[in-house]
């Protein structure tokens, strides 16, 4: 223990109370111990920080800061040192504000391009999610605060987001879903963690022994502090045994009390608290001594440029057929709606206060473009609009070049509410078809966080993918059409060419608690190269100004070396790909898998050496019969490429294996050996698992939502939900999504005494559920006996603590 002198000087009650919250970002202190309180804030891709009155929803208004691009977007730089740059600015300004822990960065690996927080994520890859995500920890934490890298673990959807069970099979587990983490916690030591909302194979992520203790505790060296999911907690006690510090947001004194009755009944012991504190006295002490130093003020101007390079490398050409760069003077007409009102990030609890936002139009002046005029040229809540489309046109047909900016409006991606399909809005893609008419020389600039069919890509010259920019993406944007940047941005993930082919289409967001991975492994490009399905871009993929060769590959079992040349007349930069397959293999797997990436800056003419190092990750695969990484001997090829589809030259290596037993002998797994994971049948799924699909059925009980509350057996239940239905279709309706509500209808009945201050108590909503199973009488009996104890019970405890 590093802190026993302040654990010596706390009674159990105050142990158990510094290990939950005290206010929506603050945990609580204790002056005489020399504990102090500290603040968490998120988020992601810049400071949220709400002086003000604080919700976990991004609602209230926050300090103004810096609002760089998202995860989805900076993951395209495939840049960690970029990233690290980032995670700097962002401590900074943080630790500039006070705040001692910054939650993010989100890494969870891209199940579906359905998940409607795709956006705060880096890929559908865990490799280049964890580099990304660690090289975050890493300048964040270089200001002396802490990041809090989340959600842990296979926290892949927002429907029923904190009573989602994700059950799949360990090796699917490890290989995908964990080994994101695994980098992040071993390449850069992140003083926190945040565990998730869901369930992982039947057991709250919170309290799940296998995921905090066993792997991220034990096998992965983890030392710091786990912070809940705001209102993630479930079973307080089950989460200090299991490896759970510190629970957020304010629950008030019935999770101090749940601790202490579960010491006193001995379902956990008094050394499990005093393990959980010592996390967290050294995550209080360490971090307020840090921001205590801090300067208060940064550069916001340089954060605001960092933003710009941020964006600009990020920016993916997805198509050109020679029209862009645009020349000094070309004639052109602005058109969409997005030009004049960005969108430039997420919404929900990593939405930014931006410091200030730069638009297209306020940026044309200094393109050297010729700019005829603007025109929105769509609604962009998706109606039909025939008379913006026609001024569109009008000003298409005078221009050389008509510039087109299209996306994904506000209500559709957003934290707490899955995507329903990968379309661009109708009335949009009308637009670009017209326009396209009037005037052949059509570009199309996209923003949105995740990807899109694109069926209607004949229609356009040039597609520029731009994802979501952060403030100062509109600028960014422009230096690539003028070619004053040439873009270097690869996709990280893949664009499939209709939601249909994706590998988890029938299990994503269905309609029980259960969330069934019956793909495994098979998730983005592993899919789809694995089955052979033709996608629209594929994972990796983006196009520069200039061309570059590559040759001269030597390849060894410790990585690759070769030379890559810019062969055109412009400067440029190339992100080289390395990918692992074994043609061969007997233990199934995808057909390949990225190992390693280097991104390589090149004048024109210019060659240079590239070194890529292949780690521990390169080879292995996770046993279910050893219950370790082994490797499987032989020779694997090392595939270089500029895509996972345009692979430039192969190499085959020897490695030397473990010599494990094929876990899979004996077992008829067809699909999961060809990859076609689409149509598992339930036998085989059970086969993969190692046991039955679990049952998934509606309990009337703490873990109901209310969006399920219509099964209940109360009238109350019924009157619950059909008001929330009725004020999430309004909110739909109005083009905005409603964060409250899409919270409180995936929202469990527990949370209500996980997120009221300690207004609510556990005794309360299990009267409550009473009330719901058909018990009214005895179920409002005890809502109300429950709650004046409540009331008394809080009353005497902050008496007790503020007398410490
Ligand atoms: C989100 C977290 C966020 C927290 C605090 C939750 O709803 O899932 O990512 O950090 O709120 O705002």
Not at 85 to 94: K, L, P, S, T, Y
Not at 181 to 190: L, R
Not at 383 to 392: C, G, R, S
């Given at each position: 223990m590093k802190n026993t002198e302040i654990l010596t000087k706390l009674n159990l009650e105050q142990k158990c109370a510094l290990l939950s919250g005290a206010g929506t970002f603050t945990t609580r202190g204790y002056q005489k111990a020399g504990v102090p309180a500290i603040t968490l804030s998120d988020g992601p891709n810049g400071v949220r920080?709400?002086?003000?009155?604080?919700?976990?929803?991004?609602?209230?208004?926050?300090?103004?800061?810096?609002?760089?691009?998202?995860?989805?977007?900076?993951?395209?730089?495939?840049?960690?040192?970029?990233?690290?740059?980032?995670?700097?600015?962002?401590?900074?300004?943080?630790?500039?504000?006070?705040?001692?822990?910054?939650?993010?960065?989100?890494?969870?690996?891209?199940?579906s391009p359905l998940c409607g927080r795709n956006f705060e994520y880096f890929s559908e890859d865990p490799y280049l999610s964890g580099k990304m995500a660690a090289a975050y920890v890493r300048g964040i934490q270089s200001e002396g605060i802490a990041a809090c890298p989340k959600h842990f673990a296979a926290n892949s959807q927002e429907l029923r987001r904190m009573a989602s069970d994700s059950v799949l099979d360990e090796r699917t587990l490890r290989e995908l879903?964990?080994?994101?983490?695994?980098?992040?916690?071993?390449?850069?030591?992140?003083?926190?963690?945040?565990?998730?909302?869901?369930?992982?194979?039947?057991?709250y992520a919170n309290e799940n022994a296998h995921l905090l203790q066993e792997i991220l505790r034990e096998a992965w060296g983890f030392a710091g502090a786990v912070v809940t999911d705001w209102g993630g907690s479930n079973d307080h006690a089950l989460g200090v045994k299991n490896g759970s510090t510190l629970e957020m947001p304010a629950p008030g004194g019935d999770a101090v009390r749940e601790l202490l009755a579960a010491v006193q009944s001995g379902k956990i012991s008094e050394a499990d608290v005093d393990a959980r504190l010592d996390e967290l006295l050294t995550l209080v002490l360490d971090t307020s001594a840090a921001v205590q130093k801090h300067s208060r003020s940064f550069d916001a101007d340089a954060h605001h440029a960092l933003a710009r390079r941020a964006a600009a490398e990020s920016t993916v050409l997805l198509q050109n057929d020679g029209i862009l760069p645009l020349a000094a003077d070309t004639k052109v007409a602005i058109l969409g709606d997005f030009a004049e009102t960005p969108r430039y990030q997420g919404a929900g609890s990593s939405a930014v206060n931006s410091l200030k936002v730069d638009t297209v139009l306020e940026n044309l002046a200094q393109s050297g473009l010729q700019v005829l005029g603007f025109a929105p040229g769509f609604d962009r809540r998706g109606?039909?609009?025939?008379?913006?489309?026609?001024?569109?046109v009008a000003l298409a047909k005078q221009a050389d070049v008509a510039v087109l900016f299209l996306g994904l409006d506000e209500i559709k991606e957003s934290e707490g509410l899955d995507r329903s399909d990968m379309k661009l809005a109708d009335n949009q893609i009308a637009l670009?078809?017209?326009?396209?008419?009037?005037?052949?020389?059509?570009?199309?600039?996209?923003?949105?966080?995740?990807?899109?069919?694109?069926?209607?890509?004949?229609?356009?010259?040039?597609?520029?993918?731009?994802?979501?920019?952060?403030?100062?993406?509109?600028?960014?944007?422009?230096?690539?059409?003028?070619?004053?940047?040439?873009?270097?941005?690869?996709l990280a993930?893949?664009?499939?060419?209709?939601?249909?082919?994706?590998?988890?289409?029938?299990?994503?967001?269905?309609?029980?608690?259960?969330?069934?991975?019956?793909?495994?492994?098979?998730?983005?490009?592993?899919?789809?190269?694995?089955?052979?399905?033709?996608?629209?871009?594929?994972?990796?993929?983006?196009?520069?100004y200039t061309n570059f060769a590559y040759s001269d590959l030597k390849a060894s079992a410790e990585g690759v070396t070769l030379t890559v040349t810019n062969t055109g007349d412009r400067a440029g930069a190339e992100i080289v790909q390395l990918y692992v397959a074994k043609p061969d293999a007997k233990i199934f797997r995808p057909a390949q898998e990225l190992k390693g990436f280097a991104k390589v800056p090149l004048r024109p003419g210019e060659s240079r050496t590239v070194v890529i190092p292949l780690d521990d990750k390169a080879f292995r695969y996770w046993n279910t019969q050893t219950d370790r990484w082994e490797i499987e001997g032989g020779q694997y090829e090392?595939?270089?490429?500029?895509?996972?589809?345009?692979?430039?030259?192969?190499?085959?290596?020897?490695?030397?294996?473990?010599?494990?037993?094929?876990?899979?002998?004996?077992?008829?797994?067809?699909?999961?050996?060809?990859?076609?994971?689409?149509?598992?049948?339930?036998?085989?799924?059970?086969?993969?698992?190692?046991?039955?699909?679990?049952?998934?059925?509606?309990?009337?009980?703490?873990?109901?939502?209310?969006?399920?509350?219509?099964?209940?057996?109360?009238?109350?239940?019924?009157?619950?939900?059909?008001?929330?239905?009725?004020?999430?279709?309004?909110?739909?309706?109005?083009?905005?999504?409603?964060?409250?509500?899409?919270?409180?209808?995936?929202?469990?009945?527990?949370?209500?005494?996980?997120?009221?201050?300690?207004?609510?108590?556990?005794?309360?909503?299990?009267?409550?559920?009473?009330?719901?199973?058909?018990?009214?009488?005895?179920?409002?009996?005890?809502?109300?006996?429950?709650?004046?104890?409540?009331?008394?019970?809080?009353?005497?405890?902050?008496?007790?603590?503020?007398?410490?």
């Open positions: 920080k709400q002086a003000g009155a604080a919700d976990h929803l991004g609602l209230n208004p926050s300090v103004p800061a810096t609002c760089f691009p998202t995860a989805a977007t900076v993951a395209c730089s495939w840049d960690p040192a970029l990233g690290e740059e980032i995670g700097r600015a962002m401590g900074e300004e943080a630790a500039a504000q006070e705040v001692s822990v910054l939650l993010g960065p989100g890494l969870n690996t891209k199940r879903y964990l080994t994101g983490f695994e980098i992040v916690v071993k390449e850069s030591a992140p003083k926190t963690i945040m565990s998730s909302y869901n369930l992982v194979n039947g057991t109606m039909a609009d025939a008379a913006k489309e026609a001024e569109a670009l078809k017209a326009v396209q008419q009037a005037n052949p020389n059509t570009v199309v600039v996209l923003n949105a966080g995740s990807s899109l069919e694109t069926p209607w890509l004949t229609h356009c010259r040039a597609v520029v993918y731009g994802a979501l920019g952060g403030q100062a993406g509109a600028g960014a944007v422009l230096d690539v059409l003028t070619g004053k940047l040439n873009p270097c941005g690869k993930e893949t664009w499939a060419n209709r939601y249909e082919d994706t590998p988890a289409k029938d299990n994503f967001a269905g309609a029980g608690r259960t969330v069934q991975y019956r793909e495994g492994l098979y998730v983005g490009y592993r899919y789809y190269q694995t089955a052979g399905v033709p996608v629209a871009f594929p994972f990796g993929h983006g196009l520069s090392l595939r270089v490429g500029a895509s996972c589809a345009d692979i430039r030259l192969t190499a085959a290596v020897e490695v030397a294996g473990t010599d494990a037993p094929d876990p899979y002998a004996g077992k008829t797994l067809p699909h999961y050996k060809t990859g076609s994971v689409q149509n598992v049948p339930d036998a085989e799924w059970e086969t993969l698992l190692g046991h039955a699909i679990p049952q998934d059925t509606i309990k009337i009980d703490r873990n109901m939502t209310l969006g399920e509350l219509n099964h209940s057996r109360s009238p109350l239940g019924w009157l619950i939900w059909a008001v929330l239905t009725a004020l999430l279709n309004a909110s739909y309706k109005k083009g905005k999504p409603d964060l409250n509500i899409l919270f409180q209808y995936n929202m469990p009945l527990r949370a209500l005494a996980k997120m009221t201050g300690g207004a609510i108590s556990m005794g309360m909503v299990d009267g409550l559920v009473m009330e719901l199973q058909g018990f009214w009488i005895i179920g409002l009996v005890r809502v109300i006996y429950e709650a004046v104890k409540n009331q008394i019970l809080n009353a005497q405890m902050e008496r007790r603590l503020r007398g410490a």
